[in-house]
């Protein structure tokens, strides 16, 4: 049982450029998220998704989309790269266990991106 | 606006000694709160959750937390620190469809 899995795990990018990070979960989970974690920032969210077909904006969307074609994928992309998007990105799915969200969250390892 | 907060960068502790590291919360309604463990280069585990009921909750690896709600807080403590608990922790909040995080606090465990 593989989890969270996130590609790739490292990447440099030239400013400008663009790529697209992929988050798969094998769990059946409705909630997946896209987090990018910085020094003293803590994580915070960049887009989130509560079910096949929808996604929603986090607390810092600006530069990035995502989309949320099938109930397992969760897609992140980056159309012109900056180095302010230097990050450590991580992806989480959860089940929504309705609309009460109680339940706990399961993390992929990251992808280490760096803009030069 | 609903939010965590972590008012401790760093918490350093001796071993053998309890260790606390402090969250408060903002958000409206019932609150669902979260700790998450993180050690280098890994992603975030899961440590324990409160959702409702008794104020003490128990999770993983001996640590407990206590949601206090005129205090707005939820506190992770552990009776007896290990140096194998030096990590980074992160206090998070469920509004809605949302997981939001604390800043995080490092936590240092001395032999």
């Known amino acids: 049982n593989a989890g969270v899995t996130q590609t790739p795990k490292f990447r440099v990018l030239k400013t400008g450029q663009s790529m697209t990070l992929l988050c798969a979960q094998d769990?059946?989970?409705?909630?997946m998220y896209w987090y990018r974690q910085d020094p003293g920032m803590g994580l915070r969210l960049i887009h989130y998704s509560v079910g096949e077909g929808t996604t929603a904006k986090g607390e810092v969307p600006d530069g990035y989309n995502v989309s949320r074609l099938k109930k397992q994928n969760f897609l992140l992309g980056l159309e012109s790269a900056a180095p302010s998007q230097t990050s450590v990105y991580f992806c989480?799915?959860?089940?929504?266990?309705?609309?009460?969200?109680?339940?706990?969250?399961?993390f992929g390892q990251g992808t280490r991106l760096t803009v030069v | 606006a609903q939010s965590v907060a972590q008012p401790e960068d760093q918490v350093n502790v001796a071993e053998g000694n309890p260790l606390t590291v402090k969250c408060t919360y903002s958000v409206s309604g019932n609150p669902y709160l979260f700790w998450y463990v993180q050690y280098p280069n890994r992603g975030l585990q899961f440590l324990l959750k409160?959702?409702?009921?008794?104020?003490l909750v128990k999770g993983s690896y001996g640590f407990e937390a206590e949601f206090n709600k005129s205090q707005t807080s939820f506190h992770l403590k552990k009776p007896s620190a290990l140096v194998s608990d030096s990590a980074l922790y992160f206090c998070?909040?469920?509004?809605?469809?949302?997981?939001?995080f604390g800043q995080g606090t490092e936590l240092s465990v001395k032999p």
């Open positions: 409160y959702i409702t009921g008794d104020n």
């Open positions: 998070a909040v469920r509004p809605g469809g949302k997981l939001i």
């Open positions: 989480a799915s959860s089940s929504g266990q309705g609309t009460r969200g109680e339940a706990e969250a399961f």
């Open positions: 769990m059946n989970h409705e909630y």
